[in-house]
Antibody, heavy 121, light 107 residues
């Protein structure tokens, strides 16, 4: 079945970097884009952007430019989210999510299980 | 960006009740709307897309309606496993945006 499996929780100090992985299985990785969504503690869902899995070209939502980088390793069907210069306000669960049909973004299904990134000194 | 107003933010109900959750858009989005269910500590799960199309495997007690600016998620007969938080999401225009969420709790 179609599945997205993310890497485990991370605890980082302010100023450090983190890289979250999202491994896809059950479908052709390059046939669908990959999206990223953030959920701060006790808050709602915020779309961060998407990456074209054919070209590697990323698109970032406002507020997610500069310190946030989407990347791919198509040889292992994996998408990555890297966040640099971490701040306390980056503490959140980060989800990868596949669009429902072969496009940049539409509805999202499935979702990865989420990766909690905690930024604390 | 399209603004979304989801209401209510908190809904108290009992098993067997029929409940509705509303999502109102700042501009028309045709039927480019999805609904998700999220349980504590879990990822969101797709319930409905294209405003009214039930995702495979989702129980038929869930239904969606609306087009343009006003949309509704209805749960016809609440089961214990339905107590969760629900989000609407528009994918009509960039950036895709989510409603603020509705927490459905046991009365």
């Amino acid at each position: 079945q179609v599945q997205l499996v993310q890497s485990g929780s991370e605890l980082k100090k302010p100023g450090a970097s983190v890289k979250v992985s999202c491994k896809a299985s059950g479908y052709t990785f390059t046939s669908y884009a990959m999206n990223w969504v953030r959920q701060a503690p006790g808050q709602g869902l915020e779309w961060m952007g998407w990456i074209n899995t054919n070209t590697g070209n990323p698109t970032y939502a406002q507020g997610f430019t500069g310190r946030f980088v989407f990347s791919l390793d198509t040889s292992v069907s994996t998408a990555y989210l890297q966040i640099s210069s971490l701040k306390a306000e980056d503490t959140a669960v980060y989800y990868c999510a596949r669009p429902g049909y072969s496009s940049s973004w539409n509805w999202f299904d499935p979702w990865g299980q989420g990766t909690l990134v905690t930024v604390s000194s | 960006a399209i603004w979304m107003t989801q209401s209510p933010s908190l809904l108290s109900a009992s098993t067997g009740d029929r409940v509705t959750i509303s999502c109102r858009m700042s501009q028309g989005i045709s039927s480019y709307l999805a609904w998700y269910q999220q349980k504590p500590g879990k990822a969101p799960e797709l319930l409905i897309y294209a405003a009214s199309t039930l995702q495979s495997g989702v129980p038929s007690r869930f239904s969606g309606s609306g087009s343009g600016t006003d949309f509704t998620l209805t749960i016809s007969c609440l089961q214990s496993e339905d107590f969760a938080t629900y989000y609407c999401q528009q994918y009509y225009s960039f950036p895709p945006t989510f409603g603020q969420g509705t927490k459905l709790e046991i009365k």
